[in-house]
């Protein structure tokens, strides 16, 4: 079983920048797929960005592009979300997930999930 243990979140102002990181307990995770998926309140989960197993090739949603980077560290066996120039509609519970898949955006493709981290941006 992996399990999946968030860290980085917190309260910022709009035009912060803050970094996620996820790292699995129990066993590595350079056999998966990861993603960060985020939920905010009211509303549907949605794929926020996606990394290959290897960290070779990335997927972004549209409303993040150019602003967050996703990137993994096989030293550390750690992923992280690197979120820049913060507005206050990217508040929300951030999830990091695996997947055995090579790189996927589809959420149910995602067998493995932290347990999140709240990121709050005030205006």
């Known amino acids: 079983q992996l399990q999946l243990v968030e860290s980085g979140g917190g309260l910022v102002q709009a035009g912060d920048s803050r970094r996620l990181s996820c790292a699995p307990s129990?066993?590595?995770?350079?056999?998966?797929?990861l993603g960060w998926f985020r939920q905010a309140p009211g509303k549907e989960s949605e794929l926020v960005a996606a990394?290959?197993?290897?960290?070779?090739?990335?997927a972004y949603a549209d409303f993040v592009k150019g602003r967050f980077t996703i990137s993994r560290e096989s030293a550390k066996n750690t992923v992280y979300q690197e979120m820049n120039s913060l507005k206050p509609e990217d508040t929300a519970v951030y999830y990091c997930?695996?997947?055995?898949?090579?790189?996927?955006?589809?959420?149910?493709?995602?067998?493995?999930w932290g347990q999140g981290t709240q990121v709050t941006v005030s205006s």
């Open positions: 129990g066993r590595p995770f350079s056999g998966y797929g």
């Open positions: 990394i290959s197993r290897g960290g070779g090739v990335t």
């Open positions: 997930a695996a997947s055995a898949t090579y790189i996927t955006r589809v959420q149910h493709e995602y067998s493995y």
